[in-house]
Every structure is written in C-alpha cells, then in structure tokens.
T-cell receptor, first 114, second 115 residues
Framework: AQSVTQLDSQVPVFEEAPVELRCNYSSSVSVYLFWYVQYPNQGLQLLLKYLSGSTLVESINGFEAEFNKSQTSFHLRKPSVHISDTAEYFC????????????FGQGTTLQVKP | GAVVSQHPSRVICKSGTSVKIECRSLDFQATTMFWYRQFPKQSLMLMAT?????????EQGVEKDKFLINHASLTLSTLTVTSAHPEDSSFYIC???????????FGPGTRLTVT
C-alpha cells in the first residue's frame, strides 16, 4: 500500500529566508507526485506535480520540488519565502492508472514571519 | 479554466436531519469525482470515488448508507449526509478529474456543523 510522510508538522521561517518542506513516500510501483497548498477555509490548489521526465519541477510562484527515486522523496523548496506563502502544504502520491486516487501526507504548516 | 464549485460553503443542521452538498465542475467534464473529509489541523481522507453514471466506490470504513453519493452527470456530484450526528461535523471537499488526465481540481470545501 502507498503512504506519504511529511516529516515536519510545522515550519516557522522568516520572510525572505529559504525553506524546505520534506516529503517521503512508499510504494511498490512507480508513482505520480503532487504538492498542494491550502489557505485557511479553502480547498486545495495544485502547486506542482511530477508525472515523468525531468525530476526537477517548478511552480509559477518560485517553488520547486525534486523527485528522488532512490530516496523515495519529493521535497518542496523555495529560495526566498514571502508572508503570503503562509499556508498548509500537502504532499500527495497517486498510482498511474484509472482510479487516480490521491494519498495525502499529514500536511505541513508553513508560517512565514516578518 | 478547471474550476470546481461546492454548495453550500457552510451549513448548520440539527442532529438527525440530512444534508446535501453539491460539487460542480464549471468548465470541464468530470468523469471522476472524489469526496474527501478533513478534520481540523489534519490531512484529507478520501471517502469515495464516483464515476459518472455508476455507483460510487467507498473507502474502507466509510458507511455507504450514511454518505450517499450520486454522480448523475458529467458536471455534478452530490454527497448526502443522512441522519447527521455531531461526529459528522467536518470540512468536506470534493475534487474532479476529466478523462485521460491525472490532475484533480478541488472545490473550496463545505463546512458542516451538526448541532
């Protein structure tokens, strides 16, 4: 069975500092990987995804994540965070196939301080 | 593009009553819709997967007679919480996916409070 572990429940960081949110997964087959962001009392927005090809994927707002198959990781990074990046971040995994079910990690709260 | 709406955004109901939550894909055809439940400060738990025109597939531990899911068209799925109890209070989120894609688009969620 697949599972996702987000190692940090909360990550406090000062504005303009770099940040890394960690995500590890377990699966016996190849996977698709996703990062979603959730602002208070809202649904989830896709931040970035890895389906195939280049292991480094980027979002339009400066986040990037690297798929590392040997370490079964998909850590999310940003070199310089803004106050507006404060939110809950979820890593998710899906098996290629028809179901498209997503298995989510526990979430990481990113708190950006001025 | 790829907008998913949910209605209502918030609902308060009395214990023992039923509540219906709608999930609509506004600009694409959703062949598959998913219903999730999220408790405060926790992750999303998949409740069920529904394909248009067929019965929903429920995850283990989810009562299918309590959480009725209908996916009657390519743009609408409904979740009905029957005989609601305070422990059913939660944030319910739907997502939708079109055929041949792997990306799910999420609705804004519905906050259900059962008193």
């Amino acid at each position: 069975a697949q599972s996702v572990t987000q190692l940090d429940s909360q990550v406090p960081v000062f504005e303009e500092a770099p940040v890394e949110l960690r995500c590890n997964y377990s699966s016996s087959v190849s996977v698709y990987l996703f990062w979603y962001v959730q602002y208070p009392n809202q649904g989830l927005q896709l931040l970035l995804k890895y389906l195939s090809g280049s292991t480094l994927v980027e979002s339009i707002n400066g986040f990037e994540a690297e798929f590392n198959k040997s370490q079964t990781s998909f850590h999310l990074r940003k070199p310089s965070v803004h106050i507006s990046d404060t939110a809950e971040y979820f890593c998710a995994v899906s098996e290629p196939g028809n179901t498209g079910k997503l298995i989510f990690g526990q979430g990481t709260t990113l708190q950006v301080k001025p | 593009g790829a907008v998913v709406s949910q209605h209502p955004s918030r609902v308060i109901c009395k214990s023992g009553t039923s509540v219906k939550i709608e999930c609509r894909s506004l600009d694409f055809q959703a062949t598959t819709m998913f219903w999730y439940r999220q408790f405060p400060k926790q992750s999303l738990m998949l409740m069920a997967t529904s394909n248009e025109g067929s019965k929903a597939t429920y995850e283990q531990g989810v009562e299918k007679d309590k959480f009725l899911i209908n996916h009657a068209s390519l743009t609408l799925s409904t979740l009905t919480v029957t005989s609601a109890h305070p422990e059913d209070s939660s944030f319910y989120i739907c997502s939708a996916r079109s055929a041949g894609t792997y990306e799910q688009y999420f609705g804004p969620g519905t906050r259900l409070t059962v008193t």
